[in-house]
């Protein structure tokens, strides 16, 4: 970027005069552009979000000081990025969740063979399932109340998504209006799709006008249902299946299939493939029939979806974190495409973790051109014998990153090398290991730079995690500020985020001085960054960036500790190696062995727990509000013992966990109830020296039930 319009940007809008606006506006707008090309028609970005959204902030200020320059085809008139300002954000009742996949025949039958098991059926008790295609589109929320539409939302991460009413009410196969004997509030959800048909004539007109084009139909429907004017999608083909629902006070149907028909009753359309099958068997059919139709459909889809069919065991089956026990998606084999690798690049992460990214010859690959796959690891590399100029095949599943799956060696250069995987970090020239894990003797997969203090890579990235969208998510400091601060020493550390105002005030350098920084973006960045003083527990866990831990792991151990002093008591006595302390937290559904070593180590080093006393100066966690506070056993300790005999102990403990109490695996004074079945020996003997409060299988049933 050249120095000019570096001074330009540096401007507040307000002191920009119309022709210094006029070249803005241009140039962001192209900005902008790049970007959008480079998200959406090549999957590969090169800003963060909150550097994105900085963009259209200024664009959109521009256009608010000089509404003479906004044309319909500003960016801003054409929405099509991750969530933005321009859409009011919806908390969903309900959570809108994804599903669990299945590759094989074999995953089917586990599948069917679980939910069995589960629900402790006998062999020759019916169980009933849909198969439905799996529409390759964006979901939506449609809440209705008293026969009308009032809210739809898209699915965004989950728990909040974007109202995009206006538009929703233009989509033909939606109706605005329920019959009279629907439910006075009800929220029914599907997919939002294009077909093959209207995304190549949508492109041909878009070639036409601006020369701009979807890299595929799911890009179209998304970009199309998030226009900020409705007319504009409006006049964007979109379609929209009927398959499930969120909130719904009582439900009208027993099953799955039915609740469809009505749905298909009330003026929705269904899917005309969906079918009710029962048995593993008979679903692997399904899959196969609805894969040879596949072809002749008109519009994507990228599996088959599977549901229990039943209500009340859809109810008793639940959810594990992020979805449900009772469905899983039967995914088609991933698509893929041959190309040229061209150099094996070595990227350092937050953990320290050296990952070969494969750097090839742009492919399209599913509708989606790559020009980067992972190459996983070092024996990877080595089980594949990948080199550098081998043409290689690399596949791309759903959002999964794209993958080398193998080379032709057949194609080889003959001077092509063996690749040697370094022994030294790229970035800091510390030692790269492999770690011996102490307890199977085995080497780690994955070779780790060993100069965790000192390596710039980690601390970057690490730093970055911090600020990023699930964890921090502070406006105004993205990848690029981050990595700018770092390398100027403003911020090495994240409580250093939170003392940068004060310094800034006392400080030789400020931040005023650096280029491309106003007052105002100071002024607001100081904002961002104090609105974020207080937090989320879960946000705070996953922003800490222990190995392992997720958002979703993240979001589990903020709900079962509630408090981030239980947290810390807990992971204070975990590190130092307390058995009830390891126990209790491996005894949280969702969390295992591999999560407790990481949460143990991390603990248990000094310099992560000064770093975390540091940021505690200057943020304050929140307490997470349990999920199902009203329940007779929120909050409480409960521990199963014996043999359950109407309940699967598995089932037992989803129940008590979905009701927001924790179940462990052994009696102690923290213990606040015991469930036991026949059977049972020191567990309750224990209980009963204890005091504590025992109930048998039809005690805890009544209790369940009655929640
Ligand atoms: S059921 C609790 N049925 O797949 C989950 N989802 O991976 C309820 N999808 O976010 C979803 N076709 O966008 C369901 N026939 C279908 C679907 C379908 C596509 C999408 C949906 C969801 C994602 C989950």
């Known amino acids: 970027m050249a120095k000019g319009q570096e ?56 256009e608010d000081a000089f509404p003479d320059l906004i044309t319909s085809d500003s960016p801003t008139q054409t929405v099509g990025a991750a969530p933005s300002d321009a859409f009011a954000a919806v908390q969903h009742a309900v959570p809108m969740l994804s599903l669990d996949n299945a590759f094989s025949d074999e995953d089917v039958a586990d599948f069917v063979a679980r939910i069995r098991r589960f629900l402790r059926l006998s062999a020759d008790d019916p169980l009933e399932f849909t198969a439905e295609p799996k529409i390759d589109g964006l979901s939506l929320n449609l809440r209705y109340e008293n026969g009308a539409l009032v809210v739809a939302a898209t ?35 599907g997919e939002v799709y294009m077909t093959h048909a209207d995304f190549r004539a949508l492109n041909e007109r878009m070639q036409e006008s601006d020369g701009r084009v979807f890299a595929n139909p799911r890009n179209a429907a998304a970009g199309s249902l998030r226009q900020l004017d409705s007319k504009v999608t409006a006049s964007r083909p979109l379609k929209f299946f009927a398959y499930a629902w969120g909130e719904i006070p009582e439900l ?72 449900p026990r009772w469905a899983i998606a039967h995914k088609f084999p991933a698509e893929q495409a041959t190309t040229v690798l061209n150099a094996i690049e070595i990227q350092v992460g ?26 996983h690891n070092e024996d990877e590399i080595k089980r594949k014998d990948v080199r550098v100029g081998d043409t290689v095949v690399v596949q791309r599943a759903g959002d999964v990153i794209p993958q080398v799956v193998k080379v032709l060696t057949e194609h080889r250069p003959k001077d092509a090398e063996p690749f040697v995987f370094p022994t030294e970090c790229p970035v800091c020239g510390s030692h790269a290991v492999r770690e ?63 003392t940068l105002e004060a310094r800034d005030k006392q400080n030789l350098k400020k931040l005023k001085d650096r280029e491309g920084w106003g007052a105002t973006s100071i002024k607001n960045l100081f904002a961002a960054i104090d609105s974020r003083r207080t937090i989320a527990l879960r946000r705070f866990l996953f922003a800490l ?75 304050t966690p929140e307490d997470e509000v349990g999920r199902t506070v009203d329940s007779p056993v929120a909050g409480k300790t409960i521990v199963f013992t014996g043999t359950l005999e109407k309940m699967t102990r598995d089932e037992a403990k989803a129940r008590a966990e979905a009701m927001g109490a924790k179940v462990s695996g052994s009696v102690s004074s923290k213990t606040d109830m015991i469930v036991a079945g026949p059977g ?28």
């Not at 196969?173 to 959800?189: F, G, M, Q, S, Y």
């Not at 953990?351 to 020009?371: D, E, F, H, R």
């Not at 049972?680 to 929640?707: F, P, Y």
Request: contains cysteine; hydrophobic residues 40%; proline residues 4%.
């Open 155 to 189: 699915r965004g991460d989950g728990t909040t998504g974007e109202a995009v009413t206006q538009n929703a009410r233009t989509i033909a196969d939606i109706p605005t209006k329920l019959p009279k004997d629907a439910p006075e509030r009800i929220e029914v959800r």
């Open 7 to 62: 001074d330009k940007q540096d401007k507040p809008v307000d002191d920009l005069n119309e022709s210094e606006a006029k070249a803005e506006h241009e140039r962001l707008s192209a900005e902008i552009r790049g970007h959008d090309q480079r998200y959406y028609q090549e999957d590969a970005p090169t800003v963060s979000d909150a550097d994105y959204d900085a963009l259209r902030q200024r664009l959109q200020a521009i």
């Open 680 to 707: 049972a020996g020191s567990k309750l003997k224990k209980a009963q020296e204890l005091g504590l409060e025992i109930l048998d299988e039809d005690e805890w049933i009544a209790l369940a039930n009655g929640a």
């Open 350 to 375: 937050r953990t320290g973790a050296l990952t070969p990214v494969a750097k090839l010859t742009p492919v399209t690959v599913g509708g989606v051109v790559v020009s980067n796959a992972t190459l």
């Open 252 to 323: 009208p149907r027993e099953t799955q299939s039915a609740m469809v028909g009505l749905f298909e009753d009330w003026g929705f359309t269904t899917n005309p493939l969906m079918r009710v099958c029962s048995s593993a068997e008979d679903l692997i059919a399904a899959y196969h029939e609805i894969e040879e139709n596949r072809a002749s459909l008109g519009y994507d889809i990228d599996g088959v979806v599977y549901k229990v069919d039943r209500l009340d065991y859809q109810r008793r089956l639940g959810f594990v974190s992020r979805s």
């Open 545 to 619: 960036g222990v190995r392992h831990v997720g958002d979703i792991t993240a979001k589990i151990l903020a709900e079962s500790y509630g408090s981030w002093s239980a947290f810390e008591a807990a992971m204070t006595k975990l590190s130092e190696g307390d058995e009830q302390a390891r126990h209790d937290l491996v005894a949280i559904d969702g969390i295992g062995d591999t999560v407790a070593e990481a949460l143990a180590a991390f603990f248990a080093e000094p310099h992560n727990r000064q770093a975390v006393a540091d940021l505690l100066q200057e943020v």
């Open 436 to 498: 011996v894990n102490p307890r199977t003797g085995k080497e780690d997969v994955v070779r780790r730079c060993t100069g965790g203090l000192v390596c710039p890579a980690q601390a970057v990235e690490r730093l970055k995690h911090f600020v990023s969208r699930a964890a921090f998510d502070i406006e105004g400091l993205g990848a690029k500020q981050i990595e700018a601060f770092y390398e100027d020493g403003l911020v090495k550390t994240p409580a250093d985020i939170f």
